[in-house]
Nanobody, 123 residues
Framework: VQLQASGGGLVQAGGSLRLSCAAS????????MYWYRQAPGPQRELVAH???????NYADSVKGRFTISRDNAKNTVYLQMNSLKPEDTAVYYC??????????????????WGQGTLVTVSS
């Protein structure tokens, strides 16, 4: 199982970007999906979360500006980021709780991380 994130880039303050993260592999089910971000420093911040049923939660710092969504048919989670600010600059990571079959065809559940995509917001 792999998560592949894309959509980062350089944008001016006030602009928008849309991040995508697609899961692939021997997937049975994708439960909760998340977007985190990490600015320079050790702490990774939870930005947004969406359940398998579509219930969403956001960090206070992004409420009203960011929208998380998912397409279950495509095993993909999105993060629409509007009204971007320089303080949104970070590497953004997707994360998902995925049920899958292992090599012996036992059912397993595990959190997977995407590789990160850099978002840079200039002032």
């Amino acid at each position: 199982v792999q998560l592949q994130a894309s959509g980062g880039g350089l944008v001016q303050a006030g602009g928008s970007l849309r991040l995508s993260c697609a899961a692939s592999g021997r997937i049975l089910i994708i439960n909760d999906m998340y977007w985190y971000r990490q600015a320079p420093g050790p702490q990774r911040e939870l930005v947004a979360h969406i359940t398998s049923g579509g219930v969403t939660n956001y960090a206070d710092s992004v409420k009203g500006r960011f929208t998380i969504s998912r397409d279950n048919a495509k095993n993909t989670v999105y993060l629409q980021m509007n009204s971007l600010k320089p303080e949104d600059t970070a590497v953004y990571y997707c994360n998902a709780l995925i049920g899958y079959y292992d090599e012996d065809y036992y059912r397993r559940t595990k959190y997977y991380w995407g590789q990160g995509t850099l978002v840079t917001v200039s002032s």
